[in-house]
């Protein structure tokens, strides 16, 4: 999923930083800290996924975690993750995230999309 910076989409006509409590952009289309999925179906995931960038190319993320950076909700964290990772085409503007963070206090879910002409 590393893409050149060209092809990388930003909401914003100069690249921004990443938040300071924000993980780094995953290698992979599905990322699971919180131990939920199996190796092999993350894995069968990873590839169909990855597949549908090939083919079609719209780039879904999937990220789940078991909490946080403090102070921060699913909805704020999915929002700047989003935008510092870069997800979909610039030329395109065709990223999907799905965040989820299964912590103590439940399982929050915050999709963040950006998808134009599909």
């Not at 092999?40 to 083919?55: E, M, V």
């Given at each position: 999923m590393d893409l050149p910076p060209q092809q990388r989409r930003s909401c914003r006509p100069w690249p921004s930083p990443p938040p300071p409590d924000s993980p780094p952009a995953p290698g992979r289309y599905v990322t699971d800290r919180a131990g939920v999925l199996d190796a092999?179906?993350?894995?069968?995931?990873?590839?169909?996924?990855?597949?549908?960038?090939?083919?079609i190319s719209n780039q879904v993320v999937v990220w789940v975690d078991k909490s946080l950076p403090p102070g921060q909700d699913v909805e704020t964290f999915a929002r700047q993750a989003f935008n510092a990772w870069g997800i979909g085409r610039k030329d395109k503007n065709n990223g999907v995230l799905g965040c989820e963070s299964i912590g103590a206090c439940g399982t929050r879910t915050s999709v963040r999309c950006w998808v134009v002409g599909v």
């Open positions: 092999a179906r993350s894995d069968a995931l990873n590839a169909r996924l990855a597949a549908f960038d090939r083919d």
